[in-house]
């Protein structure tokens, strides 16, 4: 009766050892698996970047252009607005001088 219990003992024993193998294998397996898509995916991004790079440094070129022009257009209009401003200015001070003149002969 020991011997059976023994035999039983032993097969579970060694039931358990194949089932621990088939495991250690899928996680090898599955290492491997992942290495590669890490491997591919750093290519893909590699890839990604060789073509983005190009548009990239057009975009700040143009940025640079824009912000540079942006500036000069903005001093334009600044000058622009104050000589605007000094003849609104020049004009309400004309009519208001008017006003005051038409005041006078009116009395």
Do not use: Y
Not at 48 to 63: C, F, N, Q, S, V
């Amino acid at each position: 009766m020991e011997s059976r219990w023994k035999k039983g003992a032993e097969d579970g024993l060694e039931s358990l050892e194949d089932e621990l193998k088939g495991w250690r294998t899928r996680l090898d397996e599955l290492r491997v698996q992942a290495h590669l898509g890490h491997l591919e995916l750093r290519d893909k991004l590699a890839e990604l970047g060789e073509r983005l790079e190009p548009a990239r440094e057009k975009a700040e070129t143009r940025l640079a252009a824009l912000a540079k022009n942006g500036t000069s257009e903005a001093r334009i209009l600044a000058s622009s607005l104050r000589s605007g401003w000094q003849e609104v200015r020049r004009s309400h001070a004309e009519l208001v001088e008017e006003a005051r003149r038409r005041e006078r002969q009116a009395r």
